[in-house]
C-alpha cells in the first residue's frame, strides 16, 4: 500500500508541474465520474503491483490499463489531468471526492479479506 501512495504522490507532482491551465476554461469531469475513475486507477494500480512484474513492465502495463479507464469513462488523459489539478487547487472539493474514494477502497479491502 506504500508504494501506492508513493506513486499517487509521485504522479500528483506531476500533475502540479504540468497544469498551468485557466480553469475557467476547462471542461471538467464531475465529482461522482471522478471517484469512480480514481477507484478504478487505484485498484487497477494495485492489481498490476500484485503481479510483481518488471518495474518498467508494470509501468507500460499500467499505462494500457489507464487508457482502458478512460474509454471506459469517454475522457481523454488531458481531460483527466486537467480536472484532477481543478479539484486539487480547491480542497474542499477533492477532499469529498477522495473521501468517498478512500471509504470504498476500504470497504473493497474489507471484502477481499
Not at 15 to 23: K, W
Not at 59 to 78: A, P, S
Amino acid at each position: 500500500m506504500n508504494k501506492i501512495i508513493i506513486k499517487f504522490l509521485s504522479l500528483l507532482t506531476f500533475f502540479i508541474i504540468t497544469s498551468c491551465v485557466d480553469t475557467n476554461n476547462i471542461d471538467v469531469i464531475n465529482k461522482e465520474k471522478m471517484v469512480s475513475i480514481l477507484i478504478e486507477m487505484h485498484l487497477t494500480e494495485e492489481s498490476v503491483m500484485e503481479l510483481k512484474l518488471p518495474e518498467d513492465t508494470s509501468e507500460t502495463f499500467f499505462t494500457e490499463k489507464e487508457k482502458e479507464i478512460f474509454r471506459k469513462y469517454m475522457i481523454d488523459e488531458e481531460t483527466y489531468r486537467k480536472s484532477y489539478s481543478y479539484y486539487f487547487f480547491r480542497p474542499v472539493e477533492l477532499e469529498s471526492i477522495y473521501d468517498k474514494v478512500i471509504d470504498s477502497l476500504s470497504f473493497y479491502q474489507q471484502t477481499k479479506e
